[in-house]
């Protein structure tokens, strides 16, 4: 067992075999390679990748098909060689979420760039689609009409 202080959850403890490695870390967070699933609540769609080297680091995510059924593409050679994949029962997709207003119906989905996490190896990467037709903000909940 590891611990670990950060800002949002206090000190964790967690077993190393939980651990998520990011080999070349995330764009823009190249130094932070190791990081921890933390769930937001029980039965939420949304969970926290928070780093383990910065204590105020931590990624809001969801698994993008709850909210996309339609969400799909094609995981390149390298990409799975470079994760260890070798059956799509070890894939997990999350999308890292920002919120672009005040509430939650602003949440946005980066899907241009999502997050591939090996479940076997732990191991993961956040690629980016080249030539796709996802944008790096879809809004999760479609905007009222009142609000045009």
């Known amino acids: 067992m590891k611990k670990f202080m ?21 764009p823009a967070f190249e130094e932070e390679r190791e990081f921890l699933i933390i769930p937001y609540e029980e039965g939420s769609p949304y969970v926290f990748l928070q780093s383990l080297r910065t204590p105020d680091l931590a990624f809001l995510m969801t698994m993008p098909l709850i909210f996309f059924p339609d969400y799909e593409f094609t995981i390149d050679d390298d990409v799975e060689k470079e994760l260890g994949l070798t059956s799509p029962d070890q894939v997990l997709i999350y999308a890292i979420l920002t919120l672009s207003g005040k509430e939650i119906r602003d ?19 956040q690629i980016v689609l080249e030539s796709s037709p996802y944008t790096t903000k879809h809004r999760l909940f479609p905007e009222n009409k009142e609000d045009k």
């Open 6 to 26: 950060t800002s949002r959850f206090g000190e964790i403890e967690t077993d190393d075999d939980a651990i998520i490695f990011f080999a070349a870390g995330i």
């Open 107 to 125: 949440l946005t989905a980066n899907l241009m760039a999502p997050i591939i996490i090996n479940t076997a190896t732990r191991r993961a990467k």
